[in-house]
């Protein structure tokens, strides 16, 4: 090929190039971004609406069914989730995968805000939020102690909160686990009466005091000046001294009517680590950075603020994903290390110094994809780095196939300029095609639909990368090292390991070809049998998704009754706390009472506030082995299940896309009643579903509500707005936020002006006593003259799905169960349920997930065969020769459904994605064995004769590349990742049974096929 020759002839370019290589790879390898996980750039926005005081069916009427209706209509809508709650509504918008994010979070934000004036006028807020990836928190510290007060671990925090922030790489920094700081104005409602101040001047007294208004500018010469006016507090003294009103020339100020003091609003939150009261301080990275770098920046920042801390106050850096990052960057640095001297150990039938070519070759390679990865905008994560070790087995191929070629024209008496020219020149257009037909295999990866492509799309793309690099190698940098470094008219028999696998080869491969081409149709059929069995065997392995992450930690969700007081919970919370502490692989474990752990993995949120909800975030110890952290979670599943008032879930962190658990029936229809009693029959059949486990009904119980009932009548007689009733409910139970407060000293801290009564911080039914509510003439009148309170029941929540509303019935699965089979149990039970007319249902889950990973992958499937047809016509110019290529890909299936049922796998996602890359390699090598026999025969060798020798003298080639694969792939199925596992375990099989059956098989095809061949004149024979 003109290029190699190019790159022969100016070999100080080349050598330049090859320079440029080394010195970008380095430069882009140690600049590039570094992260665990892939970054999931979803186009989900939650749009949050906030309707303090109403109830869900009110929502739901008001405010849901109108913006569904305006939003659904939106184009490349998916569909709506939406959740109704009292006072609150939460849509979780979802597009499709192929749009742009930002268009489409700016086009939802004007859709909501030209709807807002045709929506309620007291809606307190609506938001559209962006779900940024890069908000995963990177760090999780507790400051810690039993006896510091409130205030001295509040402030330690804020410190803490104010360092990090300093730090470049860092976002996001939260303090977690505290109470709001208050200053409360509990008014006395006696002396209100008296003085018939009514409760809307006290906010808008202090309202007012609080706000800050421009001054606007003024000229003074050549100069403009701002004007500022000193609006806000200094002091607590100045809050107490607000006036409230005058009258006959005396002021009524804030103190006499109410105590003003500071204080710490209801524990909504309550953190400890290994049962140790705590605070928890949050941060994430910075979308871009390189975690490593930025750990280096933050460690000293923490160890520095742990190192002046007062003695009864520890820092505990429990959480640090950096540290993980680098633990699992260094493990795949090890497996690379392991593959790589796997490689080395296959190249030896080559010779010393034809193994050196192909070892120079590979990190010039992967030099290229690394530098194409990145300008692709990918980073070096998990999915990545396997990408690059799975390249490593195959982007040796091209090398291994020049330089073999050269040797052979070598070893038949050429010199070395001219064994390398030729030998390059006859195998270039078949490494071109190897090259193109492993990019398209690699191709419809790349293109995978929804999270799930998303998310394991850096794979695909660093394997074709470093393809690529592969290939501007074996071209230009092998043939350019060859013709310098390989030594002139070298015999095989200088080669040990060279001899013994040619005898190896002639001894038992040409004796078993021989007998195969004897017997074609025999063959054949012993081929297909072999086939059609590995398909029988696919139900008994059974199919998955996702599986579980092999990571040392894990998360212990805890339920009590609806409505319980987070002092329950938290009771609750302890007991478990006391279980784990007698688990000696438990490293640590944070407590969240009444509130989800911080959102510290990908694909898991952090759980809203609620009194009856508990979350610990449980951590093993380092290298923990994943089968015995199973072991422990089936131990603590099989202790507290059932558990004595509470309900608790050991759940495993899941790797891929997000959803709430694999077996989700979802039923949709319009009356409440109907889908509540719906839903319980559901449970039922989950129950009776052998495999099932943590079954959750969220619709099973109603809740109990205190209605408070407007007497409207008597309130109109009396001259008393009903919004004031309102009004009054809301300063006794919740407060009244009347502002902000920031002491001058401390600008990290702000205090929240809340007038409200004298209570207890977690009011009961006796704040309603000794109420008053103003009149239009400011008499008062007391509060249960006007109203009547008694308990109702109603609905916890209201779900819709795309408009209609919905009830999700969801279940885990046991160990020792596959998904699917128990997914389609629960389909077969569910066909056969009889729903009411009007009423359906649809799976949730790992079916819908499936469903939506292998959307349109038909098309990219039928795009590829199309493709890979398109390729070795253009090489091959014949579709017979074509077709002999092509029938080798049943035969890696063979293997690969093989190794997956030795190994205990099921046919996975990630495994499904091994078998189509696998493809490529299988015709990569096939194309080798066919283009070579196509070349004998032009030469004017007979069918039978070319078919033999093509088949012997491309064993070597072929077997050494086949090797080289397998030994890359091997770190990989031996680690304990088990996402990427399968993956190795698939091509690795599909390679042993691909390369031992087509070299038989395809030799076969040939026969029965031959393709038209046109024999070259004797002119062309001498100058190829």
């Known amino acids: 090929m003109k290029i190699s020759e190019y790159a022969i002839k100016n070999n100080q370019f080349t050598l330049v190039m090859v320079l440029m290589v080394v010195a970008l790879g380095i430069s882009t390898l140690l600049g590039m971004p570094r992260s665990e996980d892939p970054e999931l750039n979803a186009p989900i926005f939650p749009v949050v609406v906030v309707y303090p005081g109403t109830n869900p069916k009110d929502m739901e009427e008001l405010v849901v069914k109108p913006l569904e209706k305006e939003i659904y209509g939106l184009e490349n809508m998916k569909r709506i989730r939406t959740s109704i709650f009292d006072g609150l509504a939460v849509l979780s918008v979802e597009y499709r995968y192929n749009v742009n994010v930002d268009d489409k979070y700016q086009e939802l934000e004007r859709e909501v805000n030209s709807l807002r004036p045709k929506l309620p006028q007291d809606i307190y807020s609506i938001e559209v939020k962006k779900i940024d990836p890069s908000n995963v928190n990177i760090l999780q510290i507790a400051l ?46 006696d002396k209100m009466m008296q003085l018939k101040v009514p ?74 680590l290994n049962g140790h009261r705590s605070v928890i301080v949050i941060a994430a990275l910075k979308k871009g950075e390189n975690i490593s770098r930025v750990q280096k920046a933050y460690l000293p920042v923490i160890e520095k603020f742990k190192g002046a801390l007062p003695s009864n106050i520890d820092l505990v850096l429990h959480f640090d994903q950096a540290q993980q990052v680098r633990d699992r960057l260094s493990d795949l640095g090890i497996d690379f290390i392991i593959a790589i001297s796997l490689v080395l150990i296959t190249l030896l039938p080559l010779g010393t110094r034809a193994s050196l070519v192909v070892m120079i070759a590979i990190p010039l390679s992967l030099g290229i994809g690394i530098i194409l990865l990145n300008l692709l905008g990918y980073n070096l994560n998990q ?65 995978m639909p929804e999270a799930s492509g998303e998310f394991i799309r850096s794979l695909p793309v660093s394997v074709i990368a470093t393809i690529i690099g592969s290939m501007i190698v074996a071209l230009t940098i092998v043939p350019y090292l060859s013709s310098i470094l390989l030594k002139n008219n070298h015999a095989e028999q200088d080669n040990i390991f060279l001899r013994g696998l040619q005898r190896l080869i002639h001894g038992t491969y040409a004796r078993l070809l021989d007998k195969a081409l004897k017997h074609p149709a025999f063959t054949l059929v012993i081929a297909a049998a072999v086939f059609l069995l590995s398909l029988l065997l696919i139900p008994v392995i059974g199919t998955s998704l996702f599986p579980s992450s092999e990571k040392p930690q894990f998360l212990i969700d805890i339920s009590t009754p609806a409505q319980s007081s987070v002092f329950y919970t938290d009771a609750v919370s302890r007991e478990i706390e006391k279980d784990l502490k007698n688990v000696r692989e438990v490293q640590y474990f944070a407590s969240n009472t009444g509130k989800g752990n911080p959102r510290i993995y990908y694909n898991v949120n952090q759980q809203n506030e609620r009194s009856d909800f508990a979350e610990l975030f449980v951590q093993l110890y380092p290298g923990t082995d994943p089968v015995k952290k199973i072991a422990i979670i089936e131990q603590l599943r099989k202790k507290w299940t059932p558990y004595t008032g509470a309900k608790v879930e050991v759940k495993n ?73 309102s009004r009054t409910v809301r300063m006794a139970v919740a407060g009244y936020p009347a502002g902000t407060y920031t002491p ?26 000794n109420l ?24 916890q929540t209201i779900n819709h799905y795309n408009k209609i509303r919905s009830a999700t019935v969801n279940a885990f699965v046991k160990k020792g169960y596959l998904n699917a089979d128990v997914i389609n149990e629960v389909v077969k039970k569910m066909d056969r349920l009889q729903l009411p007319k009007g009423y359906s249902y649809q799976m949730g889950g790992e079916l819908e997930g499936k469903n939506e990973s292998f959307s349109g992958f038909g098309t990219i499937i039928l795009a590829t065969l ?10 091959f110019k014949t579709f017979k020769s074509t077709l002999i290529v092509l029938s080798v890909i049943p035969l890696g299936i063979v293997g690969a459904v093989a190794a997956l049922l030795i190994t205990g796998n099921s046919l996975s996602f990630v495994a499904t994605i091994g078998i189509v890359a696998l493809a490529g390699i299988e015709v990569k090598n096939t194309i080798l064995l066919v283009d070579f026999t196509n070349q004998l025969r032009e030469q004017g060798m007979e069918l039978m004769p070319a078919i033999e020798e093509a088949g012997e003298k491309r064993f070597l080639p072929i077997i050494l590349t086949t090797f080289t694969a397998i030994g890359g792939l091997i770190p990989i199925a031996w680690s304990s990742n088990p996402l990427i596992a399968p993956l190795a375990i698939v091509m690795i099989g599909g390679l042993i049974s691909s390369t031992l059956l087509s070299r038989i098989v395809t030799p076969v095809v040939y026969k029965l096929i031959p393709p038209k061949i046109k024999t070259q004149p004797q002119e062309e024979k001498q100058k190829g």
């Open 144 to 189: 810690v102690s039993e006896n510091a007060s409130r205030d001295k671990l509040n402030r330690a925090a804020d410190d803490l909160q104010d360092a990090l922030e300093q730090v470049p790489g860092l976002k996001n920094v939260e303090v977690q686990g505290i109470p709001d700081r208050l200053i409360r104005i509990d008014i006395q409602p």
């Open 199 to 272: 409760l809307t001047l006290i906010s808008g007294a202090l309202q007012s005091e609080v706000a800050n208004i421009p001054g606007g500018s003024i000229n003074q010469g050549n100069k403009t000046y701002s004007v500022k006016t000193n609006n806000g507090f200094n002091n607590l003294e100045e809050i107490k001294n607000v006036v409230v009103s005058s009258r006959n020339g005396s002021s009524i100020l804030l103190k006499d009517l109410a105590s003003i003091y500071f204080d710490y609003g209801p524990e909504t939150h309550i953190t400890r």
């Open 383 to 447: 999915l990545s780095i396997v990408g690059l070790v799975v390249a490593l087995g195959l982007l040796v191929d091209d090398s291994i196939v020049v330089v073999e070629n050269i040797e052979r024209w070598i070893r038949e008496g050429h010199s070395r300029l001219e064994a390398t020219i030729k030998g390059t020149r006859q195998i270039g257009m078949a490494v071109l095609g190897c090259t193109a037909t492993l990019i398209i295999a690699f191709m419809p990866l790349a293109f």
């Open 653 to 725: 962190f899941e790797q891929g896309n997000a959803m709430i658990s694999p077996v989700e029936v979802r039923i949709k229809g319009e009356n409440l009643d109907t889908l509540q009693q719906l839903a319980s029959k559901v449970e039922a059949l989950l129950n009776h579903t052998e495999g099932t486990l943590y079954i959750n009904n969220p619709i099973k119980n109603l809740k109990s509500d205190i209605r408070i009932r407007i007497n409207k009548e008597k309130a109109q007689q009396l001259g008393v707005p009903t919004i004031n009733i």
């Open 744 to 769: 001058p000293d401390r600008d990290n801290e702000e205090y929240q002006l809340l007038v409200t009564v004298p209570r207890a911080p977690y009011p009961d039914m006796s704040v309603f006593n």
């Open 772 to 795: 008053y509510v103003n009149a239009n003439d400011g008499s008062a009148i007391p509060l249960l003259q006007l109203v009547t309170i008694n308990f109702e029941s109603s609905q």
């Open 866 to 875: 199309f493709l890979f047809i398109a390729v070795l016509v253009l090489q």
